[in-house]
Each structure stands twice: as structure tokens, then as C-alpha cells.
């Protein structure tokens, strides 16, 4: 069953797309849930999909040695999980562990490119989002690492 077009205006990565868009997100956007202590991804492995998070918490990280896995930002309702699925090589740049019970909408991230390619305003409307969602983590990191 296709996700609802009203599943994704509440979400801010989708605020301002215009109504054509955000039916064809809802046509590619399926509703999945993932329980703690679960990978959603793992650094390295295909970035073939691409998650709004509506509910829950996940620790982005990356696995160092002797250390094992560890965390760099952990993010929640409403955000966005994963970036690699635009940017080639298409491989996960990090892991994504479930700390809580996570509700998200789940998009193949191949088809989502065919589309960006097929319609460059949606395309861009999608990188102009991923962008800002790179320059928060960024500077949420920088403020970390400044404390």
C-alpha cells in the first residue's frame, strides 16, 4: 500500500515541494519499523535507500578499531537518514544504529535518482534538501566538538 501524500507534509525535509512532488514521493514511499540494536544501515554497503524518520532515535556513527562501534550524532523524529543514495559510489559513508523504536517512510533510493534525473526540478527541489540537511549535521558536529 502506497504512503499517503499526508504522511509527508508534516515532515520538514518536504515542506515547500510542490504538490506534484509530494505525490510522487507518497507513490514511492512505504512506511517500515526497525527495533533497537538494529542496523538500518552499515558503513560501506550499498546507500540503496533513503529514510524521513516520522518517530524514533538512531545513533549515526562509524566503527573504529578496538572501539567498535561508535557514535558521532545521534537524530530522531522528523529528520532524514542517509545521503549516500544521491552521491555516487552510492555506499554508506556511515552506520545507523536504532537506539528506540523507529517509524520511518523508506524510499528506494535507485528509483528516487531515475526520478530526479527524469525531472531536474525535482531533482534539484530533492538536492537543495539533502544539502541543508549536510550543512546542519556539519555544523551540529562542529558545535560538538567544540563544547
Known amino acids: ?24 514521493l507518497a507513490q514511492l514511499g512505504h512506511e517500515a519499523h526497525f527495533d533497537p540494536g ?5 558503513e560501506g554497503e550499498p546507500a540503496d535507500h533513503f529514510y524521513l524518520i516520522q518517530q524514533g532515535r538512531v545513533a549515526l556513527g562509524t566503527f573504529i578499531s578496538g572501539r567498535g562501534f561508535t557514535t558521532i550524532q545521534t537524530i530522531g523524529d522528523n529528520e532524514v537518514l542517509g545521503w549516500s543514495w544521491l552521491i555516487p559510489p552510492h555506499q554508506w559513508r556511515f552506520s545507523a544504529l ?15 535518482r531515475e526520478e530526479c534525473e527524469a525531472d531536474h526540478n525535482f531533482g534539484y527541489a530533492i538536492l537543495q534538501r539533502i544539502a541543508l540537511v549536510l550543512g546542519k549535521r556539519l555544523e551540529e558536529t562542529r558545535n560538538r ?3
Open 145 to 147: 566538538l567544540e563544547l
Open 1 to 24: 500500500m502506497a504512503l499517503q501524500v499526508e504522511g509527508l507534509v508534516t515532515i520538514p525535509f518536504t515542506k515547500g515541494l510542490e504538490s506534484p512532488y509530494l505525490e510522487l
Open 38 to 42: 538494529t542496523y538500518i544501515l552499515r
Open 98 to 112: 536504532v537506539i528506540l523504536p523507529t517509524q520511518v517512510i523508506r524510499f528506494d533510493g535507485q528509483r528516487l
